[in-house]
Every structure is written in structure tokens, then in C-alpha cells.
């Protein structure tokens, strides 16, 4: 059998291992950051219907450019007391290939993008796939962003594409509109807002969608893997200023977005009311989780997202080991004393507070260490 070394694989790709989270058995599987919460009935029957309607022209390719998706995709984020048109909307399978298609047409070879580690794991990724040369940003040790440290790094070695994540994975944490502001002003590329777990942020904190006027460089990527329910679907979106969704089209696969999907996501998009209902249950969790964590000997990052990086243990990879032990899947993310758990149900996280009360006083950092 061919190995990978004998193939002539691009020099940038090798040594790389592939994105993914451990799949392995567990009771509680609270490392992925989906939503624990299965779809309404009501939904379940109306996508039905939408499916089946959709399925009697398979025989012809989608529209191409989901028109009638990227207005319900608008009326969507304009609910958000933004006014989103939708010829500034753009979707895809997945943020990914949203990501992906950014640095398609905006980055590649001789061009550089810079994200700010500990961050999404998939932009550098990505980055590579693309040819693009990726430069790690600078964090304090509270994992927060400098905002004039940030913006002389950006000016000095002027990346193609500039990635902030908010809130940020794995710490959990929005960024402040002022320091996305700064950055807008220290690039001359295009800067990436990437707003995954939006909708589970803190009551007061902003989105980046009301910096989009008067900014065309400025892209807000969304999915509906999260608050929405719908890890399976793969529909990612982002708004811009509609220049950036035209060069998008430049790359696009051709009717990269099945009919199937379209009509998925619209027949989710009219039940929105109904999936985000789950959101305000999974913060509840998520606070619980962080309440609960300073008795236990432990902390964590405020999260504005669906999820909690806690710590510190002296070795994260043994607490985590000894957490599936008890039957629940939590996710090493690399950083040295930390790990992440999902929020999930109420029984879910009765399971993951009891298993971690069990472990943390053998694996948490002494006092005084």
C-alpha cells in the first residue's frame, strides 16, 4: 500500500494531521459545541414536505446563487437592528467553505493571513489548503486581545486576510467592537469577523454586523450549526458589502449548494422563533457550569459562547482521560492546564459536574503552585 510520503503531496502539507475532535464512545459527548436540544416536530414535518418538494426536480441543478435563501438570510440578521441586504449575503456548505472561499479569492500563494491563537483551528487550516501563509497574533495571557498590540502586527506585516474570532473558540469570549474597529483601520485586507456562536452571547454584547457600514473589507461570517440546531445541514453564511460577495462568486464551485440544502435551511429560517427558543437553556448551563467551578478548586474564561474552558490542571490530558473514564467527552483543545466542555441538557451537565467533582481534587493545580 502507497504511503502519504510517497505521493507528491505540497510541501506546506506535510507533517499535517487532519481537523477533528475524537470520536469515541461516551455517555455525554460535550465536546463539540453542538446543540444538545433535537429539532421541534413541527419543523420536522414542514422540512419533510420542503424536502420532498425539492426532491421532484433533482434532475435539474439547484440556482446557483440561492437567491431566495440569501433573503431569508437577510431578513434574519436584520433582526439584529441592522438593515442586511441580500445581495450582501453570501452561504455555503458549512462556514468552512465560507472561510475557505475568503481566502480563495482573497488570499493564496505570496499572500499572508493572520489569526489571533488560541483561536479557531480550522483558519490556519484552511489557510494552508489555500496556499496562504499563515502568522499566529498576538493574546495577553488572559487570552484577550491587545487591541494596539494587535493593530502594530497587522500594520507591520500586512496580511491578506486578518481572522478575529467572536466569540472566541476555544476561550469563549466576544471581542470588543472598539478592538475590531482598530484592526479594521490597521489593515488595508479584508478582516473576518468570524461569529459562530453569536446568538449565545452575553445580554449587552454587540455584533459585528453594525460595523458593516462604510466598511467593505469587513466580513461577518455566521452558521447554523449552533443556536440553530443544525450541525447536519452544513449551512454557513456571511454579510459584507456586496463587492466581497461578487468576488466570492469567483471561486464558488459551480451550484455549490444542493437544492436539498437550500430548502432545508429557508424551512429552518421560518421556524426560527422556535430553534433559538433552545438558546436562553444552553446559557443557563453554560452559567451553571462557570458558578459552579470556583468550588471545585477550578476556573474558567467568561465564555459569550456555548461553551467553557476551564482549568487548571496540571496535566489537562489526564483530567480529560479521567472525565471519559466516567463516561463524559470533554475537549482538549492543547492549551497547556485547560480543557473545554459543551453546554449541554440539564442531565448532561448533572453528569459532567459530578464526574468533575470526582476528578478535580487529584488533577487541578495546588493552591499556591
Do not use: C
Request: no cysteine; hydrophobic share 45%.
Amino acid at each position: 500500500m502507497t504511503s502519504l510520503d510517497q505521493l507528491p503531496l505540497r510541501p506546506e502539507l506535510r507533517g499535517r494531521t487532519p481537523y477533528g475532535a475524537p470520536q469515541v464512545p461516551a455517555a455525554h459527548r460535550l465536546n463539540t459545541n453542538e446543540n444538545p436540544y433535537p429539532l421541534p416536530a413541527e419543523l420536522l414535518a414542514d422540512l419533510g414536505a420542503a424536502l420532498g418538494h425539492a426532491a421532484v426536480e433533482l434532475n435539474r441543478y439547484p440556482d446557483r446563487d440561492a437567491v431566495a435563501l440569501r433573503s431569508d438570510l437577510a431578513a434574519y440578521l436584520s433582526r439584529d437592528d441592522v438593515a442586511i441586504a441580500p445581495e450582501q449575503v453570501w452561504a455555503a456548505n458549512g462556514s468552512n467553505e465560507v472561510l475557505q472561499q475568503i481566502l480563495q479569492a482573497f488570499g493564496g500563494a505570496g499572500r499572508t493571513a493572520l489569526g489571533f491563537t488560541p483561536s479557531y483551528s480550522m483558519h490556519p487550516i484552511i489557510s494552508a489548503g489555500t496556499g496562504t501563509a499563515w502568522v499566529d497574533g498576538h493574546r495577553r495571557a488572559d487570552f484577550t486581545i491587545d487591541a494596539a498590540a494587535a493593530a502594530a502586527q497587522v500594520a507591520e506585516l500586512r496580511p491578506a486576510v486578518v481572522f478575529v474570532t467572536s466569540p472566541n473558540n476555544p476561550t469563549g469570549t466576544a471581542v470588543a467592537l472598539e478592538t475590531i474597529e482598530v484592526l479594521y483601520r490597521a489593515t488595508d485586507g479584508v478582516l473576518v469577523v468570524d461569529e459562530a456562536y453569536e446568538e449565545f452571547a452575553r445580554a449587552g454584547t454587540p455584533s459585528a454586523l453594525t460595523l458593516l457600514p462604510g466598511r467593505p473589507r469587513l466580513v461577518v461570517s455566521r452558521t447554523m450549526s449552533k443556536a440553530f440546531g443544525m450541525a447536519g445541514l452544513r449551512l454557513g453564511y456571511l454579510a459584507a458589502d456586496p463587492a466581497v460577495v461578487d468576488a466570492l462568486q469567483l471561486v464558488r464551485l459551480p451550484y455549490h449548494l444542493s437544492s436539498l440544502t437550500q430548502a432545508a435551511a429557508r424551512t429552518a429560517l421560518a421556524h426560527t422563533d422556535a430553534l433559538l427558543a433552545t438558546v436562553d437553556a444552553v446559557k443557563a448551563q453554560r452559567d451553571r457550569i462557570v458558578a459552579a467551578l470556583p468550588g471545585m478548586g477550578l476556573t474558567s474564561v467568561p465564555s459569550d459562547a456555548n461553551f467553557v474552558l476551564f482549568g487548571h490542571f496540571a496535566d489537562a490530558r489526564a483530567a480529560w482521560q479521567a472525565l471519559l473514564d466516567r463516561g463524559v467527552l470533554v475537549r482538549d483543545v492543547g492549551l497547556p492546564g485547560w480543557l473545554r466542555v459543551t453546554a449541554g441538557t440539564a442531565e448532561e451537565t448533572d453528569a459532567f459536574l459530578t464526574a468533575l467533582g470526582e476528578v478535580a481534587p487529584d488533577h487541578r493545580v495546588a493552591e499556591g503552585e
